[in-house]
């Protein structure tokens, strides 16, 4: 053990094989964490930065309720995103890596290309699909139905649409790979012993996707609570969302210490939201609470 | 032979070095980045560019349309030099991008006129004598002759403005009547809801607010006057149906017919679909309410920054960009149109395009408005929006 251990810290050639990640995370990670953590300490006077080592930012931030209504709502999107998403990738997901095999390398071209697409080309295509005089309404109305029968654009359905969409392929690919590394023998293990096709599922599919699903549901949330796109123009800027927030504040009022406040909160809020979650799995899964 | 800083360099890089007077000891630190960036731009696209042949390099910071290649082009050849650009999306953010440092690099700024003249206090903008500056004032509007009040800080002349228009509501006139629009009341009508667009432009949709209000967003306000503009806001969300940031969203709504009306833009929205053959949009300005002005008239203004190693060159884009013939090209872009403050240039119009920039209605728009500058209390507003925006759902 103590061999180990010498070989760990004290072996100049892990340190220096160390060094470019070491480097690379403290300048491009912490120094910056650490740079806008001091920033939230200053105040800002005729939109002009002013060193003045205060607590007025964190006060803002705590006595003013919108703050933490937004931040609220920017969770419960992100959330609804994340099961939304699982929902349709899962199948998706389970037909590339079992029943289309076949066109695998095809379907995923396809995905992949609608992955790269511009998401701001893609958001705003969704804006004339629903408009009042889009292109859904149009159609619906060619069958019959009465006019803008489709009418929830600016609102928060349009974005949580928005954000499904282009979030998606994040979910398909993450699930895909877990799904691709399942050895099909422990089905047809399953099935041998007499399991149905849907307990096989249940009990053997679904456990071996675990990682899968939660590293893509990690990914979404934390892509989810960033939005800033969706909301703005699926959800017509009436209900906002964080990084709009945040936005405003460093853009629009130039308030960079009120800004970086309202940064170092979500992120905070969201890694807290993510390990709850991780500590609620790993205490079912070590038999609590079942 | 003495060494110096470049000798250690290839050949290639040494000669463009020596081409671009980079060999002289004691370099600014701008020129030495400008010249490095002219270097780089050499590398990747040949010896025989553009930029290898000019003798000098300027940064521009603007908004699109100031970087037009027929305004920038007679001012690069005749001088021999480069303008590059830094173009900006919005002013507060090209203010705290100068602020970060980019004031370095940066020679001259095209920006709103309230961003600019706080330039001034900022230590940004160098300050302008009004008498180098006499062919240009020669030929503008009389309301924008020196002294120019607005583009004065501390009594130091901060910058020159280019162009200007209005704000007021921007309305379909077939599917309403401009003199509906004479007050923003249809804005808070319950006939109206979900029939509204804000334009998310920072200050702009809470200032006419306020002035609808009672309330001067001019002057220093108190906490009753502020709490007059929360219940305002508080109004205008319960019938807005998009709040947007986008030019064309809102051009796209109001040409459907799926926008009423458009708060918070004016003349900048409204000239481009005009230009486009769509006289029905238009924009005005509500009559003055109880005394107060609910126009409100914005500026672009151009200032000189302190820190450039080339204020004589600077000065002469200056000038250009005011000259005549620039000034028709900015009036009539295909992003924006809008009228310019140099009166020569209406010469140049032909009726059509003087149509398009409502030319005959644009003093009536200035008689009816505010000039737009810096709001003392524009952060305290700006928080009541993020507010009530927030509370709105």
Request: charged share 20%; glycine share 6%; with cysteine.
């Amino acid at each position: 053990m103590e061999q180990t251990a010498t070989r760990s810290w004290h072996d100049p050639g892990l340190l220096v094989k160390a060094l470019p990640s070491v480097l690379l995370q403290t300048t491009c990670f912490i120094a910056p964490l650490l740079m806008t953590f001091i920033l939230t300490f200053q105040r800002t006077r005729d939109f002009q930065l002013r060193w003045t080592w205060d607590l007025a930012t964190w006060t803002d931030v705590f006595s003013k309720p919108h703050y933490w209504t937004i931040l609220g709502h920017t969770l419960v999107m992100a959330a609804a995103c994340v099961a939304i998403c699982m929902v349709l990738a899962f199948p998706i997901a389970y037909g590339l890596a079992t029943r289309f095999k076949r066109f695998e390398n095809e379907i995923k071209i396809l995905i992949t290309f609608a992955f790269i697409t511009d998401a701001t080309l893609k958001t705003f295509g969704w804006v004339l699909f629903l408009d009042k005089k889009g292109a859904a309404n149009f159609l619906l109305s060619g069958l019959g139905l009465p006019p803008e029968s489709v009418a929830f654009l600016f609102t928060d359905w349009a974005t949580l649409l928005g954000m499904v969409y282009n979030l998606l392929p994040f979910a398909i690919f993450t699930l895909y790979l877990s799904i691709d590394t399942i050895d099909r023998s422990l089905i047809l293990a399953a099935y041998d012993a007499g399991a149905s096709k849907w307990r096989a599922h249940w009990e053997v599919t679904l456990p071996l996707c675990k990682p899968g699903i939660w590293a893509g549901s990690v990914l979404i949330f934390l892509l989810g609570v960033g939005v800033f796109l969706e909301p703005k123009v699926l959800g017509g800027g009436v209900s906002p969302m964080s990084a709009e927030l945040i936005r405003q504040t460093f853009e629009t009022r130039v308030n960079w210490p009120l800004g970086a406040a309202l940064t170092l909160v979500l992120m905070v809020v969201s890694v807290f939201v993510v390990l709850l979650f991780s500590r609620i799995l790993n205490m079912k899964r070590a038999g609590f609470g079942t | 032979m003495s060494k110096t800083w470049y000798s250690d360099l290839p050949q290639y890089y040494q000669k463009q070095i020596r081409a671009m007077g980079l060999d002289e000891a004691g370099l600014q630190r701008r020129r030495f980045m400008k010249g490095a960036a002219a270097a780089a731009g050499v590398a990747m696209l040949g010896a025989n560019s553009q930029q290898a042949r000019a003798a000098t390099q300027m940064t521009y910071m603007c908004w699109e349309g100031y970087n037009d290649p027929r305004i920038i082009d007679p001012f690069n050849k005749a001088n021999d030099t480069e303008v590059g650009f830094d173009l900006i999306v919005d002013s507060p953010g090209g203010f705290a991008k100068l602020q970060a440092g980019a004031s370095r690099e940066v020679d001259l700024v095209s920006s709103d006129m309230p961003w600019i003249t706080r330039m001034g206090p900022a230590g940004l903008a160098m300050e302008l004598n009004p008498d180098d500056y006499a062919d240009v004032y020669a030929s503008f509007y009389d309301q924008f002759k020196p002294p120019f009040e607005p583009l004065i800080s501390d009594g130091k002349t901060i910058g020159v403005a280019t162009r200007w228009g209005w704000v007021g509501p921007c309305v379909n006139t077939d599917v309403t009547k401009p003199e509906v629009w004479k007050t923003y009341d249809p804005v808070f009508d319950p006939a109206n809801k979900d029939k509204i667009c804000v334009m998310d432009w920072g200050d702009w949709p809470i200032l006419p607010m306020a002035l609808h209000a009672g309330i001067n967003p001019y002057e220093e306000l108190d906490q009753a006057a502020l709490e007059e503009v929360r219940k305002v806001l508080r109004a205008m969300f319960k019938n807005t149906r998009t709040i947007v940031g986008d030019l064309t969203q809102a051009q796209k709504g109001l040409l459907d017919g799926s926008l009423l009306g458009c708060i918070g833009a004016g003349s900048y929205l409204t000239s481009a679909v005009r230009k486009q053959g769509h006289k029905n949009i238009m924009a005005v300005v509500p009559d003055p309410k109880n005394g107060l002005n609910q126009g409100i008239i914005w500026v672009e203004a151009t200032a000189i920054l302190k820190e450039t190693d080339q204020p004589e060159l600077a000065q002469k884009l200056l000038k250009h960009v005011v000259s005549k013939d620039s000034g028709k090209v900015l009036s009539l872009l295909d992003s924006t149109c809008n009228v310019v403050t140099n009166k020569a240039v209406e010469e140049l119009y032909t009726p059509e395009e003087k149509d398009i920039l409502q030319v005959d209605y644009m003093w009536h728009a200035w008689d009816n408005s505010q000039m737009h500058r810096i709001a003392p209390n524009i952060d305290d507003m700006l928080s009541i929006w993020q507010e009530e925006l927030a509370a709105a759902k």
